[in-house]
C-alpha cells in the first residue's frame, strides 16, 4: 500500500512535469473546460429557467443536482477520465505490453497516469454552484447530512469510473467501442438534464441499475437535502459495489484474454 | 542451472477468414469461418542462468509471441513454460520485479520529459532504495558514457541514444533475465557497436541472462554463445552460433567502391548482386572471401570495400531445406 502511494505520488509528479512542458497545454484546458461548464451552466437554465418543480425538486435542488453532477464529473475529468479512456488504444496497439510487464498494477498506472490539473477550477465553479443553490434551497443542513454527501460524491465518483472502465474493457474483445462510448455520451448528456427522480418505470430501471448515471447526482443531492433513506444508501451502495466487482473482474478477464497486438 | 525452460509450448490465433468482395463480407456478417494461426508450434527450449542466447528467425516466425509468452504477456495454448521458476501468465509481481523486457519498437520513456524523470519513476515502479538506485544509475550511465545525456529532453535524442536510454531504464533494478526484441532495430553502426559492447558488459559483469532477438546476423554472431532459430513457429536450431554459422552461413557479400570507372572482372563461383560504373556487389562463397579480397586489392585502385554477413532469410531458408 505505501509503495503504490509513493509510486502514485512519482507517476503523478511526472505527469505534472510533462503538462508543465507545454504552457499552452497547461494552461489551454483551464480556459477549454470553463467554457464547457458555463455551456452546460447556459444549457441547464434554458431548460429549468421556467419550470418552478420536478417532483418537489425546487429550482434550488435542481441547481444543487447539477452543481453535484459537474463536481462528479470533474473530479472524474481531473483524475482518472484521461487515463481510462487510453485503454482501447494501448489494447489496440499492444502498447499494454509494456504495463504488464512492470510489478505495479497496470490499471493503477492506467488510471493516475493522466491526471489533468486543467479541471480543477471544474471543482471549485461546481462548488460554487452547490452553495447557491443549498441558500436557494433556503434550508441549513446539518454535518451529517454534509459528511453523507461527501460520501456519496466519492462512491458515485468509483461508480462512473466503473462505469467507463467496464465499457473500455471491451476494447479486449472487438475491434473499436466507439459505438459504446457514443451510447455513454448519450447516457450521461441525458442524466446531467433529469434528475433521477424524474425516471419512471422501465426507465427507471434502466437509468438506475444497467446504465446507473441517474442515480450518480441524484442520490448525493438527496443526502444532502436530507430526502435519502436508509433503503436508498442501501441501494446506492449496493450498486456500486457490483458495478466495482463487475469491472475490475471484466479488466481481469480481459488482460487474461490479451492477445497483445503485431507491432 | 536452468532459468528458462519450455516444453511443448504452443501458441496458436484464430482468426476470421474473410471471403472476398462486399457479398463475402456480407455472408460474413450472418457466418464467419476461422482459421487457426499456430505462431508458435511445440516448442521446446532451456535456457541456462547467465546464458546470452539469440533467437533468431525471419519476420513472422514466432520470435516475438515466444517472448511475450515468457514475459507473461500472452498465456500459451498448451505446453508448460517455466521462467525462474513461475509461470509468466500469472503476472505475479514477484516475477515481474525480476525480470525487464526492451522492446525495439516500443518505447517505456516519456519522450517530453529527461530520462533521469523516467528513471525516478521506474524507481517507485520497482522500489528500489535511494543507495541501490544511485549505485546502479551510476554504473550503467558510466558503462554507457552518457552523463551528459541524462537531462536531454528525450525526443531531442537520436535513435542510439534513447536505446542507450531504454537499456539503462531496463536495467535500473538489476533483473535477473533481460528480454531483448530487436534492439538494434534502424540503428547506425556504431551505435548498432556501442549497444552490443554495453549486452556484452552487462552479461558478463553482472552475470544476466539475455534472449536477444535479432535480425541482424552480426548482433547474434557478436554476443551469443548460443543460438535459437526458428521458423513457422517451429524450433529448426538451438546449438553453439559459431557452429550455426559455419555449418549455415555459406556466403558473404562483397561491395567494392572503384576510384575510377573499372571493368572489373568476376572471380570464379562469384555472383553479381549489382553492377553499375564504379560499384560492384558480389555473392561469395565464404571460404575464398580473402582471396577475392587480395585480387581486388591487388588489381584495382579501389576507394571503398565492405564485406557482410549473409541475411538471416537467407540462412533460415538453408537451415529450414536442410534440417
Not at chain 2, 515466444?66 to 500469472?90: C, D, F, H, R, S
Not at chain 2, 579501389?302 to 549473409?310: F, H, K, S, W
Request: charged share 20%; proline share 3%; net charge neutral.
Amino acid at each position: 500500500m505505501k509503495n503504490n502511494f509513493k509510486f502514485l505520488s512519482a507517476l503523478i509528479k511526472l505527469r505534472l512535469s510533462h503538462i508543465m512542458t507545454f504552457r499552452l497545454g497547461f494552461f489551454g484546458p483551464f480556459f477549454i473546460d470553463t467554457s464547457y461548464f458555463l455551456v452546460q451552466i447556459f444549457a441547464f437554465e434554458a431548460i429549468y429557467g421556467h419550470v418552478d418543480s420536478i417532483r418537489g425538486w425546487g429550482h434550488g435542488e435542481i441547481l444543487i443536482f447539477i452543481g453535484t453532477f459537474s463536481l462528479i464529473n470533474a473530479l472524474n475529468m481531473t483524475i482518472y477520465f484521461f487515463g481510462v479512456i487510453s485503454i482501447p488504444e494501448k489494447i489496440q496497439t499492444g502498447e499494454l505490453d509494456l504495463y504488464l510487464t512492470k510489478p505495479v498494477n497496470p490499471l493503477l498506472r492506467i488510471t493516475f497516469e493522466k491526471v489533468n490539473p486543467g479541471s480543477i477550477p471544474l471543482l471549485l465553479f461546481s462548488a460554487c454552484i452547490i452553495i447557491y443553490g443549498a441558500k436557494e434551497c433556503g434550508t441549513s443542513f446539518s454535518g451529517a447530512n454534509v459528511i453523507g454527501y461527501l460520501l456519496m460524491i466519492l462512491l458515485m465518483a468509483i461508480l462512473y469510473y466503473d462505469m467507463e472502465l467496464l465499457i473500455r474493457c471491451f476494447a479486449f474483445f472487438v475491434f473499436s467501442v466507439n459505438n459504446l462510448v457514443k451510447i455513454e455520451s448519450t447516457a450521461i448528456e441525458l442524466c446531467l438534464k433529469i434528475p433521477g427522480i424524474a425516471f419512471y418505470g422501465i426507465y427507471k430501471v434502466v437509468f438506475y441499475c444497467i446504465l446507473p448515471y441517474g442515480i450518480i447526482a441524484t442520490l448525493p443531492t438527496q443526502m444532502l437535502i436530507g430526502v435519502l433513506s436508509l433503503k436508498g444508501i442501501l441501494f446506492g451502495m449496493t450498486i456500486v459495489c457490483v458495478f466495482t466487482f463487475l469491472a475490475l473482474s471484466f479488466w481481469k478477464y480481459g488482460v487474461h484474454k490479451y492477445e497483445s497486438a503485431s507491432c | 542451472m536452468e532459468i528458462i525452460q519450455t516444453e511443448n509450448l504452443t501458441k496458436r490465433y484464430k482468426r476470421y477468414k474473410k471471403q472476398e468482395g462486399l457479398m463475402g463480407s456480407m455472408k460474413g456478417l450472418f457466418h464467419r469461418e476461422y482459421e487457426e494461426k499456430t505462431a508458435v508450434d511445440a516448442f521446446n527450449m532451456t535456457v541456462n542462468k547467465g546464458e546470452f542466447v539469440g533467437l533468431i528467425g525471419p519476420n513472422g516466425a514466432g520470435k516475438t509471441t515466444l517472448v511475450k509468452m515468457l514475459t507473461g504477456i500472452i498465456a500459451p495454448t498448451e505446453g508448460t513454460i517455466q521462467v525462474m521458476g513461475y509461470y509468466p501468465n500469472k503476472l505475479e509481481k514477484a516475477f515481474k520485479q525480476q525480470y525487464a523486457v526492451v522492446m525495439g519498437q516500443k518505447s517505456q520513456l516519456f519522450f517530453e520529459l529527461t530520462t533521469e524523470d523516467t528513471l525516478k519513476l521506474f524507481q517507485q515502479i520497482y522500489n528500489i532504495p535511494e543507495d541501490q538506485y544511485k549505485k546502479n544509475k551510476n554504473f550503467f550511465v558510466d558503462l554507457f558514457q552518457v552523463k551528459d545525456l541524462m537531462n536531454v529532453q528525450v525526443r531531442n535524442l537520436s535513435l542510439g541514444e534513447r536505446m542507450k536510454m531504454e537499456l539503462i531504464v531496463a536495467l535500473l533494478h538489476n533483473p535477473k533475465i533481460l528480454f531483448l526484441d530487436e534492439p538494434t532495430i534502424g540503428l547506425d553502426a556504431v551505435a548498432s557497436r556501442q549497444i552490443r559492447t554495453f549486452l556484452k558488459d552487462v552479461n558478463e559483469s553482472k552475470g544476466t541472462t539475455i534472449l536477444l532477438t535479432s535480425h541482424y546476423m552480426e548482433d547474434i554472431k557478436v554476443l551469443c554463445k548460443c543460438s535459437i532459430v526458428m521458423n513457422h513457429g517451429r524450433k529448426l536450431y538451438d546449438g553453439n552460433t559459431d557452429l550455426l554459422f559455419e555449418q549455415y552461413q555459406k556466403s558473404k557479400k562483397m561491395t567494392i567502391y572503384f576510384e575510377n570507372n573499372a571493368d572489373s572482372g568476376i572471380p570464379e563461383s562469384c555472383r553479381i548482386l549489382e553492377k553499375t560504373k564504379d560499384k560492384l556487389v558480389l555473392e561469395i562463397p565464404k571460404e575464398i572471401t580473402e582471396k577475392v579480397l587480395e585480387f581486388y586489392i591487388g588489381h584495382y585502385s579501389i576507394r571503398d570495400i565492405g564485406i557482410e554477413e549473409e541475411e538471416i532469410g537467407s540462412v533460415v531458408e538453408r537451415i529450414y531445406r536442410e534440417v
